[in-house]
C-alpha cells in the first residue's frame, strides 16, 4: 500500500519543480555580463535570456530587445529553447496523469491497483521532464564555460552563470525528486497461494454396521 503521506510530497516537490521550469524559462538572466578585465563598466549590467537580451542601467532603467530571427540563433539557443518547452509540456502532462493516481482524489478509487499505477506512470514522467531540463541547462551551462575560457572571445564579451540558469537546475532537480518519490508508490505484487481443494466428504452411514 503506498503513503499518501509521501505521494502527495513527491507531487508537491514535482509541481514546484515544473513551475521553477516556467519561470526559468520567462526569465532573461540566464547568462549575466562577466565583470573580468581591466575594462570595468559598473554603470550598466548586460545579460540574456533564451527569448531576449537586456541592458539595464544603474539609474533603474531596462532596455531589452527580442531576438527577431529564430533561424539566426546560434544551435545551442535553439536546442535550449525546445528542451524547456518540451520539459514543461512533459510536466504538464504528468501534473494531470499523477493528479488522477493520488490517493486524496475520488477518480478511479474502485480500482486501487490501477489508481497507484497512474500515479507511478505520472512519476516516470515527472522523471523525464526533469531530465530534459537538466539537459537543457547543463548544455546551456557548458555553452557559458566554453566561451569564458575560450581565448578568442573578447574579455568585455565574456559573459557568467545567471539566476535562471541557476533556477533550471533546481526545478530539475525537483522534478527528478518528486517524480521518483511518485514512483515509489509503485503497488507491490501479491503473493498468490493455490486454491485450496475441497475434500471429498464421507457418506453418511445409512443403517447398522455389522461385524
Same mark, same amino acid.
Given at each position: 500500500m503506498a503513503n499518501? %503521506?509521501?505521494q502527495?510530497?513527491?507531487? @508537491?516537490?514535482?509541481?514546484? %519543480? #515544473?513551475?521553477?521550469?516556467i519561470v526559468s524559462t520567462a526569465l532573461p538572466q540566464w547568462k549575466i555580463y562577466s565583470y573580468a578585465g581591466d575594462n570595468i *563598466? &559598473?554603470? $550598466?549590467?548586460? +545579460?540574456?535570456?533564451? #527569448?531576449?537580451?537586456?541592458?539595464? $542601467?544603474?539609474?533603474? $532603467?531596462i532596455q531589452c530587445k527580442v531576438f527577431d530571427s529564430l533561424l539566426n540563433l546560434n544551435s545551442t539557443l535553439q536546442a535550449t529553447r525546445a528542451l524547456m518547452v518540451v520539459g514543461i509540456l512533459l510536466?504538464? @502532462?504528468?501534473i494531470f496523469v499523477s493528479t488522477v493516481g493520488m490517493k486524496c482524489m475520488k477518480c478511479l478509487e474502485d480500482d486501487e491497483v490501477q489508481k497507484m499505477r497512474m500515479a507511478v506512470f505520472g512519476g516516470m514522467i515527472f522523471l523525464l521532464a526533469g531530465l530534459v531540463i537538466l539537459v537543457a541547462t547543463a548544455w546551456y551551462g557548458?555553452? @557559458? *564555460?566554453?566561451e569564458f575560457?575560450?581565448?578568442m572571445t573578447p574579455v568585455n564579451a565574456r559573459y557568467e552563470f545567471g539566476q535562471a540558469l541557476f533556477t533550471g537546475w533546481a526545478a530539475a532537480s525537483l522534478c527528478l525528486l518528486g517524480g521518483g518519490l511518485l514512483c515509489c508508490s509503485c503497488p507491490r !505484487? &501479491? &503473493?498468490? +497461494?493455490?486454491?485450496?481443494?475441497? +475434500?471429498? !466428504?464421507?457418506a453418511p452411514s445409512?443403517?447398522?454396521? +455389522? *461385524?
Open positions: 499518501a %503521506g509521501l502527495l510530497l513527491g507531487f @508537491i516537490l514535482a509541481f514546484l %519543480g #515544473w513551475i521553477g521550469a *563598466v &559598473t554603470a $550598466q549590467a548586460m +545579460y540574456e535570456g533564451l #527569448w531576449m537580451a537586456c541592458v539595464s $542601467q544603474s539609474t533603474g $532603467q510536466g504538464l @502532462i504528468a557548458n555553452r @557559458i *564555460v566554453q575560457y575560450d581565448p !505484487k &501479491t &503473493t498468490s +497461494y493455490p486454491t485450496p481443494r475441497p +475434500y471429498p !466428504k464421507a445409512s443403517g447398522k454396521d +455389522y *461385524v
